[in-house]
């Protein structure tokens, strides 16, 4: 008995470091946006916090997050056999032609959008100028926002930071958004990679793959963002279980959508300074009432740290004030 699971243990121990290579390889290094930046051996650490975590934990569904970011879940029922299992693979493919088709939906959608096809055109035109290798600079979505601001865009530097919610580990994020016209554009240029996986099956390499038929660089609603977040998380837990992979938990839906919907920093500044630093963490419109409930009683224990205290309606006003 004893003997048997030594194999199996080793497999996990694989799979969770094959997925960590995964996420330290596709990741460029991030600058800060405003607060403090974890240097390696702390995101060493809290790399080996999540793996140790993936490890131990044997209850797959231990780690689904809070409601507002959850996915419907596969049925994993590893006894099922002949007919039965015929049938959920026939399944499987009706999923990935579904997933397939909404995805080609949201990844075309805004072709009538004209501040959309002028915000993608600044975007290609401004990488292009930056340079193919200014992509792995530690500022260079900082940079991004400043060209994108030269050129007359409400552009902005988010950084999310998360605490653990629920059984939704830590982390921390950068990504770039525009105000345009009464909505928000999220700007990404590495968006599969952020939903890579390792060992990936022929349907979610399929998936993946539409990314790079996109464009390099991502710029949608964030609305669709979540969409898209939603159907890649979905189909990577399916993927993964597929191959006999556990999925860890910076590949669930809850750590994968908390990158772009957690509350965020947004500031504007082409470069770092110590005003960044005063700029209070703000829950995102598309926020749930209990995602914003939640994100609320976390900033009101960091009030000390940005210096503002949301009790206070006056604040409250200040704050909107300044972002506008």
């Not at 993964?240 to 919907?261: D, E, I, L, N, T």
Request: one cysteine or more; hydrophobic letters at 35%.
């Amino acid at each position: 008995m004893a003997a048997n699971m030594v194999p199996a243990r080793f497999k996990r121990v694989a799979d969770a470091f094959d997925e960590a290579a995964l996420t330290l390889r596709t990741r460029p290094p991030c600058g800060s946006s405003g607060s403090e930046h974890s240097d390696d051996p702390e995101s060493l650490t809290d790399l080996s916090r999540l793996v140790n975590s993936f490890i131990e934990n044997d209850d797959d569904e231990a780690w689904e997050g809070p409601a507002e970011w959850a996915v419907e879940d596969v049925d994993d029922d590893d006894g099922r056999v002949g007919d039965d299992r015929q049938r959920e693979e026939e399944n499987c493919c009706d999923d990935v032609v579904e997933a397939r088709d909404s995805l080609q939906r949201l990844l075309s959608s805004g072709e009538d959008d004209v501040t959309k096809r002028s915000l993608l055109e600044a975007v290609e035109r401004s990488r292009r100028e930056l340079g193919e290798r200014s992509y792995n600079s530690p500022d260079f979505k900082r940079r991004l926002m400043g060209r994108l601001r030269n050129q007359g865009f409400d552009a902005g530097l988010c950084k999310t930071r998360w605490e653990k919610k629920e059984s939704c580990p830590r982390g921390d994020y950068e990504y770039i958004d525009v105000n345009a016209n009464g909505e928000r554009y999220i700007v990404e240029f590495n968006l599969r990679g952020e939903l890579e996986t390792a060992r990936p099956t022929a349907g979610y390499r399929l998936l993946a793959e539409m990314f790079d038929e996109a464009g390099a660089a991502y710029v949608g609603r964030a609305e669709e963002l979540k969409k898209i977040a939603r159907i890649m998380s979905g189909e990577m837990k399916r993927s993964m279980k597929s191959v006999g992979m556990h999925v860890p938990p910076w590949r669930r839906s809850a750590y994968v959508q908390a990158k772009w919907f957690s509350s965020y920093k947004r500031t504007t500044n082409n470069v770092r300074t110590a005003r960044d630093d005063e700029t209070l963490f703000v829950v995102p419109l598309s926020s749930s009432s209990s995602s914003a409930s939640c994100s609320t009683r976390w900033a009101q224990k960091q009030r000390r740290w940005v210096g503002f205290d949301l009790a206070r309606p006056a604040d409250e006003i200040a704050l909107k004030e300044r972002m506008v």
